[in-house]
């Protein structure tokens, strides 16, 4: 390590030397032709600039020769191990091993090339019983069975008291309100009550149904349906729906008036829709 750092700084200072030596040389040449200091100092530091640029380039190209050169003869090797491996005849018997000429690189060879087969092979075992595993159909424990049944049997109990919510939506809206309009109601309904969405809403305008009909009716099916919406949900929701019949009332007024006046107006209060 001393000796090529050693041989790296003698290379490196002869460069330098050679430069600042060239460098005065022209430099007196060009002061003697009547050039004046300054001129002659910036030939001489680009004189040496020169230099160290060319000899940059040199150690470049040098590099760049050695590592094409290695690439060259490591192909060149490759190669030549490829031809001696497929020269092993593949099938040797016991009784003709010792006749046969063979050269000490391919019995060197011959154990490291049993090795990876026989790891190949159990590679090879460990996938398929892997997969064989994976195949085998997972079976539930009864508590988790239990469980998914218990989640279909609620999903089947919410998606009855949609669809029930449904038909008493267009039974009680029949008479104010266009198809269209009670279709896309029930849209708006069934999203808001299922995932508490109140989105890309288009907002229904009637005219025989006042603020409390609609207050009885958004709470009848919120407490029929009992999801995760709260009161002021269900009073963001009406006036989004229906802000021109809303439009001079504000939400605490709205979720705190939803049961008020039970028996009066065109939809009364229901405590249980069923009956």
Same mark, same amino acid.
């Given at each position: 390590?001393?000796?090529?750092?050693? !041989?790296?700084?003698?290379?490196? $200072?002869?460069?330098?030397?050679?430069?600042?030596?060239?460098?005065?040389?022209?430099? $007196?040449? %060009? $002061?003697? *032709?009547?050039?004046? +200091?300054?001129? /002659?100092?910036?030939?001489?530091? %680009?004189?040496?600039?020169?230099?160290? =640029?060319?000899? =940059?380039?040199?150690?470049?190209?040098?590099?760049?020769?050695?590592?094409?050169?290695?690439?060259?003869?490591?192909?060149?090797?490759?190669k030549?191990?490829? +031809?001696?491996?497929?020269?092993?005849?593949?099938?040797?018997?016991? !009784?003709?091993?010792?006749?046969?000429?063979?050269?000490? +690189?391919?019995?060197?060879?011959l154990p490291t090339i049993i090795e990876e087969e026989k790891l190949t092979s159990e590679v090879e075992n460990e996938i398929s019983n892997t997969l064989l595993e994976a195949e085998k159909p997972v079976e539930l424990s009864d508590i988790e069975k239990i469980r998914i049944q218990a989640k279909s049997d609620n999903e089947k109990i919410l998606q009855g008291k949609l669809d029930f919510i449904v038909q008493y939506t267009k039974q009680k809206f /029949?008479?104010? /309100?266009?198809?269209?309009?009670? =279709?896309?109601?029930?849209?708006?309904?069934?999203?808001?009550?299922k995932d508490g969405k109140i989105e890309n809403v288009n907002p229904i305008k009637v005219e025989v149904l006042g603020t409390i009909d609609l207050k009885h009716f958004g709470w009848n099916v919120w407490n029929h349906y009992k999801g995760k919406n709260e009161r002021k949900d269900v009073a963001?929701? =009406?006036?989004?729906?229906?802000?021109?019949?809303?439009? !001079?009332? %504000?939400?605490?007024?709205?979720? *705190?008036q939803l049961t008020s006046r039970k028996n009066e107006g065109l939809i009364k209060i229901e405590d249980n829709l069923l009956q």
């Open positions: 390590m001393k000796q090529n750092y050693r !041989d790296i700084l003698i290379q490196n $200072l002869a460069i330098i030397i050679g430069g600042v030596i060239t460098g005065l040389g022209v430099r $007196l040449i %060009v $002061l003697e *032709k009547g050039a004046d +200091e300054f001129t /002659a100092n910036s030939i001489f530091w %680009v004189i040496n600039f020169v230099f160290i =640029l060319l000899y =940059l380039a040199f150690v470049t190209f040098g590099i760049s020769l050695i590592e094409i050169f290695k690439q060259i003869k490591k192909k060149f090797y490759n030549n191990n490829v +031809e001696k491996q497929e020269a092993v005849p593949n099938d040797v018997s016991i !009784d003709n091993f010792e006749k046969l000429e063979l050269n000490e +690189e391919p019995l060197q060879n /029949a008479p104010y /309100a266009s198809d269209e309009e009670i =279709l896309r109601f029930c849209t708006y309904l069934v999203n808001f009550l963001k929701f =009406l006036k989004t729906v229906f802000p021109y019949t809303f439009n !001079d009332t %504000v939400l605490p007024t709205i979720e *705190k």
